[in-house]
């Protein structure tokens, strides 16, 4: 399962950006939400035992996932992911990293139509597995924007912008808005030069621009102003205003100029 690779090399990046960090920096707060880079890397940590668990010992994450979602829905995300990692720093970033190696070739070999239970609906193997990069590549943009620093992006963000695409029906359903019967089309450069094109090719509704601005759109990381995506009719500009190609309540992105790649000085 190529999606298992993926998400391994995704994580490399992050941990290649980790590496020297002092203790005092881990504690450096990030423009997403305020969360500091520990906050990040308990979370990323947290799910993904969460996805292991849901594939590799379903009877454990039966009651476990039962339990988490009601402290979460009484004590709040952050407080419920904090109690239960107790590694900070560089502790943490051990765990992270001995736990994300350990995992995703097991990933590898999984069938990736088999279902499994999540927080949300039942998903596939390898949806589980995409959403797992996706929370990685996501969540590691508010590190690499707070040091200063540009991601090295390869074309394995393919499986991010499909998710991206395919949950073009879900950021209406999460606001309780019928979904439109045409869905944009997506003419898009990818990382490697090359042209996506992608959806209906023949919609007269589009988006293009470059893939990467993309992904951070529809994962939240960049208000679409502050990128040069184009969109052309009335739902992709309403597409790109709202998308959100994670589960959960509706959320709405970032204000336009508060994400940004912070300048080394």
């Known amino acids: ?19 020297d960090l002092s203790e005092d920096d881990w504690e450096t707060e990030t ?17 993904n035992q969460m996805a292991a668990w849901s594939i590799f010992d379903p009877d ?18 952050r407080a419920t992911e904090n109690d239960w990692i107790e590694e900070r720093g560089a502790a943490l970033h051990r765990a992270w990293r001995q736990h994300y190696q350990s995992v995703a070739p097991k990933w590898r070999t999984q069938d990736p139509k088999k279902r499994v239970r999540w927080a949300g609906p039942d998903m596939s193997i390898r949806s589980s597995v995409t959403a797992r990069q996706m929370e990685t590549w996501a969540h590691a943009q508010a590190i690499f924007d707070v040091r ?8 394995r963000l393919h ?19 019928p979904v439109p019967e045409t869905v944009p089309a997506l003419r898009l450069r990818a990382p490697s030069g090359v042209t996506w094109q ?18 951070q759109v529809v994962t939240q990381t960049r208000h679409v102003a502050d990128t040069a995506l184009q969109a052309h009719g009335e739902i992709a500009h309403w597409w790109l205003q709202h998308a959100q190609c994670f589960a959960g309540d509706a959320q ?7 994400r940004f790649k912070k300048i080394k000085g």
């Open 1 to 19: 399962m190529e999606q298992a690779l993926h998400f391994e090399q995704e994580c490399d990046v992050l941990d290649a950006l980790l590496s």
């Open 31 to 47: 423009a997403f939400k305020g969360w500091r880079i520990n906050d990040i890397m308990v979370h990323l940590y947290f799910w």
């Open 60 to 77: 454990t994450f039966g009651p476990h996932i039962d339990h988490v979602m009601a402290n979460i829905h009484k004590h709040g995300m």
């Open 148 to 155: 200063g620093v540009d991601r090295p992006e390869t074309d």
């Open 159 to 177: 499986n991010i912008v499909m998710l991206g695409l395919n949950t073009f029906g879900w950021t209406h359903k999460v606001r309780g808005l």
């Open 198 to 215: 992608l959806g209906e090719t023949n919609s007269d509704e589009w988006i293009s621009g470059d893939a990467i601005e993309f992904a």
């Open 252 to 258: 709405e992105p970032p204000a336009p100029g508060t």
